[in-house]
C-alpha cells in the first residue's frame, strides 16, 4: 500500500511539473502572440512550451548524463526522468544514442525553437525556413529515438504497463509527431500562397 502510494506520488509529481510547463509555455506564447492571428498564437504558444521541454528538462537530462546518469540522481529533475525511464529504460543511464540525440535536441532545436518566435513576433522573412528545419529535427529526433530501439524488439520499452506505454510512450512523443506536423503543413500552405502571389504580380507587370 505505501508502496503504491509513493510510486503514485512520484507519477503525479512528474505529470504536474509537465502541465506546469505546459501552463508557462501557453501563457508566454499567447501573451507574445496578442493582436495576431489565431493560428500564431497557437503556434507560439507550442514554440515557448517546446523550448521549455528543451532547455528546463532536457537540458539537465543532458547533465546529469555526463556527470553520473539519473538513476544515481536525486532531485525533481532527476525524479521526472526515473519516473520516464520506466517506461524507457534507456533514459536511466548512459545510453549513447539517447545522449547524442539530447544534446542535438537541446542545443540545436531549442535554439530553433527560441529564432522561430523570434521570426513570427517580428516577421521576419525567413520564419518559414527555421519552422520547417526546426520540424524535420525534432521528427529525425523521434525516429532516431525509437526506431532502433524497435528494430532490436523494444528490449528497453515497457509496453505491458498502460501509463508507461500509452502515456509516457505515446501519447508524449505523439506530441512532438503531430505538432510539428501540423506546422509543415502549415509552411507548405503558407509558402504556396507567397508563390502563387509573386506569380500573380510577376504577371502584371509583363
Avoid at 527555421?130 to 528494430?151: A, H, K, N, R, S
Avoid at 512532438?176 to 503558407?190: I, N
Wanted: a neutral charge; charged letters at 15%; hydrophobic letters at 50%.
Amino acid at each position: 500500500m505505501g508502496a503504491g502510494w509513493e510510486l503514485g506520488a512520484v507519477a503525479g509529481r512528474s505529470l504536474l511539473l509537465c502541465a506546469a510547463l505546459l501552463f508557462a509555455g501557453c501563457a508566454l506564447g499567447l501573451r507574445l502572440g496578442r493582436g495576431r492571428e489565431s493560428a500564431d498564437r497557437g503556434v507560439l504558444a507550442w514554440l515557448c512550451y517546446d523550448a521549455l521541454v528543451h532547455f528546463a528538462l532536457e537540458g539537465p537530462f543532458v547533465y546529469l548524463s555526463f556527470v553520473g546518469n539519473v538513476a544515481d540522481s536525486e532531485g525533481l529533475i532527476a525524479s521526472l526522468w526515473k519516473e520516464y525511464g520506466k517506461a524507457d529504460a534507456r533514459w536511466l543511464y548512459f545510453d549513447p544514442t539517447i545522449v547524442s540525440l539530447e544534446i542535438l535536441t537541446v542545443v540545436l532545436d531549442g535554439s530553433l525553437a527560441l529564432v522561430l518566435i523570434y521570426a513570427i513576433v517580428k516577421e521576419k522573412y525567413y520564419r518559414h525556413f527555421i519552422q520547417i528545419t526546426l520540424c524535420v529535427c525534432e521528427l529525425y529526433g523521434g525516429w532516431m529515438t525509437f526506431f532502433p530501439d524497435w528494430l532490436m524488439g523494444s528490449p528497453n520499452l515497457n509496453t505491458d504497463n498502460w501509463l508507461y506505454f500509452g502515456v509516457y510512450l505515446v501519447f508524449f512523443n505523439s506530441v512532438w509527431v503531430l505538432m510539428p506536423g501540423l506546422l509543415l503543413w502549415q509552411s507548405w500552405v503558407e509558402l504556396k500562397k507567397m508563390y502563387y502571389k509573386g506569380t500573380s504580380a510577376g504577371k502584371k507587370f509583363q
